[in-house]
């Protein structure tokens, strides 16, 4: 059974920094790409990042570029997002992404991070 299990988000303050986490299991980490998406309320879900789990490859949207850092650690099966000088407008629910062989959708349960 595919799982994606997100961790991190919280409170903090705009300008700060928090590293989300999203441990996976189920299916052979090191073939896929893995993304982070965020909602915020009223808003539809968008991209902001993915790495690619054979060569450690990189994609950043706009939003994140310069601020938000995507790295993944094969061994502990586990992606993380470092965000830094957040913003206001970062705050959303931050989803795990992973899309298989068929292209079926797999989404973790979210974390909420908040920056006023």
């Known amino acids: 059974e595919v799982q994606l299990v997100e961790s991190g988000g919280g409170l903090v303050q705009a300008g700060g920094s928090l590293r989300l986490s999203c441990a996976a299991s189920?299916?052979?980490?090191?073939?896929?790409?893995i993304g982070w998406f965020r909602q915020a309320p009223g808003k539809e879900r968008e991209a902001v990042s993915c790495?690619?789990?054979?060569?450690?490859?990189?994609v950043y949207e706009d939003s994140a570029k310069g601020r938000f850092t995507i790295s993944s650690d094969n061994a502990k099966r586990t992606v993380y997002l470092q965000m830094s000088s957040l913003k206001l407008e970062d705050t959303a629910v931050y989803y795990c992404?992973?899309?298989?062989?068929?292209?079926?959708?797999?989404w973790g349960q979210g974390t909420q991070v908040t920056s006023p």
């Open positions: 189920g299916f052979t980490f090191e073939d896929y790409a």
């Open positions: 790495i690619s789990g054979s060569d450690g490859s990189t």
């Open positions: 992404h992973y899309s298989d062989y068929t292209s079926r959708d797999y």
